[in-house]
């Protein structure tokens, strides 16, 4: 699986922990070799130290390769060595690794399943819109007339359709969800009623923050 970010990195946000989860979801059924920066989105190195330029266990048996930057020598190294039956390219405009995925695919004919992410949403690609509309141009150069896509829902079926065409394969398969832990109570402490949220996430439609404040509005009654 491609995508430059995994265990125990978690600032990328939700591609990692779906990845995670998959990857725990299929435990013992597939063998899962994931490659990673040793660093996070935002350069930080995570609390627990890792191995870099050796295959290291995660916590869930999948495989993990730590480098301190990709190379597109490498990862054609890598895969060499792996021998894939599937390339799972994780997210879109992850340069360092979606080309270097979709390059060996195609030289060695090895099946791949390009997960977007969200990536192809409308308000996500006018965020660096030149960039974006530049690769995408590229990417519809090099794939075929029907590529193997994951998509999350229907609308980001209907997103790949839109930009790459309706002979696209694609299958839908929602995010598999963190095993939940034991529910709690939440116990309040302010006397007056009052509650304090913090909300760690990025401010967009797709987040449905005004869910939840709507929900906490409904509670306090």
């Known amino acids: 699986m491609l995508y430059p970010f995994y265990w125990p990195l978690y600032k990328a946000g939700g591609p990692v922990q779906s990845l995670y989860n998959l990857a725990g979801t299929f435990k013992?059924?597939?063998d899962f070799y994931l490659f990673s920066l040793d660093r996070d989105i935002d350069g930080e190195r995570p609390r627990q130290s890792v191995n870099l330029n050796t295959w290291t266990k995660g916590p869930q048996g999948e495989n993990i390769f730590f480098v301190s930057r990709f190379s597109l020598p490498l990862i054609f190294r890598l895969i060499n060595q792996i021998k894939p039956d599937v390339i799972?390219?994780?997210?879109?405009?992850?340069?360092?690794?979606?080309?270097?995925?979709?390059?060996?695919?195609?030289m060695s004919g090895i099946k791949m399943i390009i997960s977007p992410r969200g990536m192809l949403q409308s308000w996500a690609?006018?965020?660096?819109?030149?960039?974006k509309s530049s690769f995408l141009f590229f990417l519809k150069w090099m794939l075929k007339r029907a590529?193997?896509?994951?998509?999350?829902?229907?609308?980001?079926?209907?997103?790949?359709?839109?930009?790459?065409?309706k002979r696209q394969y694609v299958s839908v398969a929602s995010n598999i969800p963190r095993e939940p832990a034991d529910l709690k109570k939440i116990e309040f402490p302010?006397?007056?009623?009052?509650?304090?949220?913090?909300?760690?996430?990025?401010?967009?439609?797709?987040?449905?923050?005004?869910?939840?404040?709507?929900?906490?509005?409904?509670?306090?009654?």
């Open 28 to 30: 013992g059924e597939v």
């Open 147 to 165: 590529e193997e896509w994951h998509a999350t829902d229907e609308q980001e079926k209907l997103d790949i359709w839109k930009l790459f065409g």
């Open 190 to 221: 302010s006397k007056s009623g009052e509650i304090k949220l913090v909300f760690l996430s990025l401010i967009n439609p797709n987040k449905n923050l005004h869910l939840i404040i709507e929900e906490v509005i409904k509670f306090n009654g």
């Open 125 to 131: 690609l006018e965020r660096n819109r030149f960039v």
């Open 88 to 106: 799972f390219i994780n997210g879109m405009f992850n340069l360092q690794t979606t080309l270097p995925g979709l390059l060996k695919s195609r």
